[in-house]
């Protein structure tokens, strides 16, 4: 794995990280409005917080091999998941956040890339929303464009939700917070019992709210079940996923065709 | 002098034995190979003290826990030599679960004349047998064979990262993720539980241990370091169970340099006393440092192996270099340390002079006998020729295993599959 392909899309990433938790005005409580208005060519901080929290879970998704897994790393992982969600929560953008439905929330939690390197003027004219992002830098060439371009789409729908939607890079509240937790906790239980059950066990349960990122860029089902996206799964390849349409009558639609199929 | 060879398989660790005759490697496929130094000789000048292969032998094989559904590699995760004690040599080696004690001996006589039996070992006719005859011992090619003496089996449930043998020969200690054992190296079926670090609930996991070794020559210390960058050093006379350490090393965080990262650069990937045993050297993702035994609240010498890597951070947490464990070594007089690094560098520390310098072990620019180069990385602002820029470092080329020889300015770098041996001959390394 080359250190150029990682480059890109983190590079923003690492210019924010290395200052550290020097965070900017986005403070909890100020306001939304400001933290909108405030997006200027560096994404936010808690963007990026975001997807750097997206990214570890990924990497403790995939650490189930063949191989038992390396426990220094896992334990690195998770504190650092763990770090991220306690400044969160100090954040008080737990108490902000309306509870939304689950499936609208694991869609809007995940951060596109594409974000990231965004110019200015596209943040400021749409209420840019994320669809589902990826972190696969395969995914974000192919999708360069026709993510921003189902962004502005994407936007406009759901610009009336509410503003709190606009804190879309923060995770929902309490619920999806013992969600999270439980999945840390299962990652270590598995990583000890180790029995390819509770593997499946352990990605079935975070899949009800995270996407999992590698079988939606290999467009293929995997042996997880996945919460919203199956219809998605089937009848899309990654050049084609059109996993921006959050519209959940898309969902509902699709979800109504996969179940004709298995029925077939 | 340099020598260079290419077995299949990434060499997984690289240990000179106590005279620094042997040197011994291990890679991911199992096997270990011995290199034995040429004795110099003045008839043949530059052949002096060349390493060649001495033994091959496989030392572990894969193998297949039914009970988790997990393989269990044969990657040779540390080899440690047993102090000499007569003629044979005898070496540890470990992989994730098991380590073995192999005995290696020369053979070079064999003997001739049997009574009974003939040259080929068939029973001769009796009635041919006219007269007795004491069997003599007769040279031949020498060979050298290993045999498997001990095989320590079952006693870790966590993955095996360091080995060490006690000063007192007797015993000897492993360290998993978790726990640290001590075995006595006659004893296969019994081992002593000294350090457990599991937490009741593994939920509540948050530190593992990363490295341990024994003291150089207290054989009732040892060393033992995590993955929160902290030290531990502990006395088997205390008590049973060294759970609680008799010091513990660690460096109050900088706050201005905190990160989502911070914790997992200081993580430490390999301890080792000095040969003094004065000291300790530690390495985590962005430095070396020397403790001093007897201060337990910061090291007295920190050195920046690469610290042009702090702004790349995310990316290298990205593609997991973050988690890349690099050793460190001493040399004999424990005056340099020396560790390794990405885009095949490895450095070099003079703690007198306080002068560094980086090196590169690849075919291209090295041939037998030149003179190493030392290298630069650029950082933006001037850049000479030759400097390699930090966007152009191959991070698929990294130095994770070296070694120096106890005693001489000889090093041993292992740089993926390939084996570099320098020695320096007239001590200019350093600049």
């Known amino acids: ?10 590079q923003l990433l690492d210019t924010m990280f290395v200052r550290g938790l020097k965070r900017k005005c986005f403070d909890g409580e100020e306001d939304i409005e400001g933290t909108l208005a405030g997006i200027k060519a560096i994404p ?11 990214m570890s879970l990924v990497k403790l998704q995939l650490c189930h091999m063949l191989v038992e897994p390396n426990l220094c790393r896992s334990v690195l992982i998770a504190n650092t998941v763990r770090q991220i969600q306690e400044e969160m929560t100090q954040d008080g953008i737990w108490q902000m956040i309306n509870s939304q439905s689950s499936g609208q929330a694991s869609l809007d939690r995940l951060v596109s890339t594409d974000i990231l390197c965004r110019s200015s003027r596209e943040q400021a004219e749409g209420k840019h929303l994320p669809g589902c992002g990826t972190f696969s830098k395969d995914f974000e060439g192919d999708q360069a464009q026709g993510s921003s371009e189902t962004m502005s789409t994407t936007s406009s729908v759901q610009a009336p939700r509410n503003l709190q939607g606009n804190v879309w890079d923060m995770e929902s509240p309490q619920e999806n917070k013992g969600n999270f937790q439980k999945s840390l906790d299962q990652i270590f239980e598995t990583l000890e019992n180790k029995s390819p059950s509770s593997v499946e066990d352990l990605f079935s349960e975070v899949d009800n709210s995270y996407y999992d990122l590698d079988t939606m860029l290999t467009g293929m089902m995997s042996s997880t079940k996945m919460g919203h996206c199956d219809g998605l799964e089937t009848f899309s390849s990654p050049a084609n996923a059109a996993p921006n349409s959050n519209c959940k009558s898309d969902l509902n639609e699709l979800d109504h065709i996969v179940e004709i199929f298995v029925e077939s | ?63 297949f826990d039914y009970l988790k559904s997990l393989e269990i590699e044969e990657k040779i995760n540390k080899i440690k030599w047993l102090p000499q004690q007569n003629a044979a040599h005898s070496l540890l080696s470990t992989n994730d679960k098991t380590i073995k004690l192999w005995k290696i001996t020369e053979r070079d006589k064999r003997p001739e004349g049997y009574n009974l039996k003939d040259e080929e070992g068939k029973l001769k006719d009796l009635s041919t047998v006219t007269s007795l005859q004491v069997p003599v011992l007769k040279p031949m090619d020498l060979m050298v064979e290993v045999t498997p003496r001990r095989i320590f089996a079952n006693g870790h449930t966590y993955h095996v990262n360091s080995i060490s043998v006690n000063s007192d020969c007797e015993t000897y200690m492993s360290a998993d993720d978790l726990r640290i054992n001590l075995w006595h190296l006659a004893i296969t079926d019994r081992s002593f539980n000294i350090v457990d670090i599991k937490p009741a609930n593994m939920e509540d996991l948050t530190e593992v241990i990363t490295a341990s070794e024994f003291h150089p020559h207290h054989c009732n210390l040892f ?108 040399n004999g007089s424990d005056s340099v340390i020396m560790t390794g690094a990405y885009n095949n560098f490895f450095r070099m520390f003079d703690r007198n002079t306080k002068r560094d310098v980086t090196l590169e072990a690849s075919r291209e620019s090295s041939k037998p006998r030149a003179i190493l180069k030392p290298r630069r990385v650029c950082v933006g602002g001037k850049r000479r020729k030759d400097d390699i820029s930090v966007d152009s470092l191959d991070f698929t080329k990294k130095i994770l295993h070296t070694a120096w020889h ?26």
């Open chain 1, 1 to 10: 794995m080359g250190e150029e392909e990682g480059l890109p899309q983190t």
């Open chain 2, 223 to 330: 060393v033992y370091s995590s993955s929160k960058g902290s030290l531990r050093l502990c006395d088997m006379r205390a008590s049973a169970l060294c759970d609680k350490h008799s010091k513990l090393y660690e460096e109050p965080e900088d706050p201005s340099n905190r990160s989502f990262f911070s914790e997992i650069i200081s993580s430490v990937s390999d301890v080792k006393f000095s040969h003094s045993g004065r000291y300790m050297l530690t390495r985590d993702y962005l430095t070396v440092k020397v403790w001093d035994l007897n201060m337990e609240t910061k090291p007295v010498e920190t050195y920046q192996v690469h610290d042009y890597l702090r702004s790349k951070l995310c990316s290298l947490y990205e593609n997991d270099c973050i988690f890349d464990k690099f050793e460190c070594a001493w």
């Open chain 2, 406 to 431: 106890p005693t001489e300015n000889i090093i041993a770098i292992a740089a993926t599959n390939n084996l570099y041996i320098f020695q320096d001959k007239v001590n200019s390394e350093m600049h």
């Open chain 1, 44 to 54: 936010s901080y808690n963007l990026q917080r975001q997807s750097l929290l997206d």
């Open chain 2, 1 to 63: 002098a340099f020598f260079s060879l290419s077995p299949a398989d990434i060499i997984s660790t690289v240990e000179f034995n106590h005279t620094g005759e042997l040197l011994a490697t291990g890679d991911k496929g199992g096997r270990v190979v011995i290199f034995q130094r040429e004795p110099e000789s003045k008839n043949e000048p530059y052949n002096q003290g060349e390493y060649n292969v001495y033994s091959t032998f496989q030392s572990h094989e894969p193998e």
